[in-house]
């Protein structure tokens, strides 16, 4: 559920979750030191999800972008990665500017559910099948990270990698709750298929946010 975009006065306020700063976590650019924005909102849910409680972005009283980038600032990393949450459901183009006017480089972590909007130096996709990405956003995006919780998800991995520009790294990861379970089956895909590199959540094994 998604905030009233008239509330948000076209991207100046955004229902802010939380803001941390760590290192992140997954895909390529894992162990890179980072301030993350996470954005309320989700109506893809999916079942596994470790964030469920950002679904219902009413919860959370929209803050002026201004106050974000200023929290950022107080950091020494120049990377900001926005996540979810989905990202995709609110006009992002003002957040973009604002850190890019205050030297950041602007990473996102999307399903590409929606039409993506802002400036960015780097689009993770992570596509879900049960609301597949919007037409466009596969040669977008810089990076292919698809959630693995049985062989069927390597299915569906491989449809989206059809999809993507040839320069895009192509990630399998495995679904943190059957993690035991899973990865033997996505280490073996990737030995046999060296396209793909296998994404672990880094920051789970790290014990950090």
């Known amino acids: 559920m998604q905030v ?3 509330i948000l006065q076209n991207g100046k306020l955004l229902p802010l979750v939380e803001e941390f700063y760590t290192l992140q ?6 162990g890179k030191a980072a301030y993350f924005i ?3 909102g989700c109506d893809v849910g999916c079942s596994w999800c470790d964030a469920k409680f950002t679904w219902n972005a009413k919860t959370f009283p929209p803050i002026a972008v201004e106050e974000i980038v200023a929290n950022a600032m107080q950091n020494p990393a120049k990377v900001v990665v926005v996540t979810g949450g989905e990202p995709s459901l609110y006009p992002l183009d003002y957040l973009c500017q604002t850190l890019k006017d205050k030297g950041f480089q ?3 972590e999307t399903s590409g559910a929606h039409n993506l909007s802002g400036q960015w130096d780097w689009i993770c996709l992570s596509p879900k099948p049960q609301q597949p990405p919007v037409n466009g956003i596969h040669m977008k995006a810089d990076e292919l990270k698809v959630i693995v919780s049985s062989k069927k998800d390597i299915e569906w991995a491989e449809e989206n990698a059809r999809k993507v520009k ?20 996505i280490v073996d895909y990737a030995m046999a298929n060296p396209k793909w590199q296998v994404s672990l959540q880094a920051h789970k094994f790290m014990r950090i946010p």
Do not use: A, F, M
């Open 106 to 108: 602007t990473h996102v």
């Open 4 to 6: 009233d975009l008239n």
């Open 166 to 185: 040839s320069t895009c790294k192509l990630y399998l990861q495995p679904e943190w709750s059957v993690y035991s379970d899973i990865i033997p089956t």
């Open 38 to 40: 996470r954005i309320g």
């Open 25 to 30: 976590g997954e895909g390529h650019h894992t």
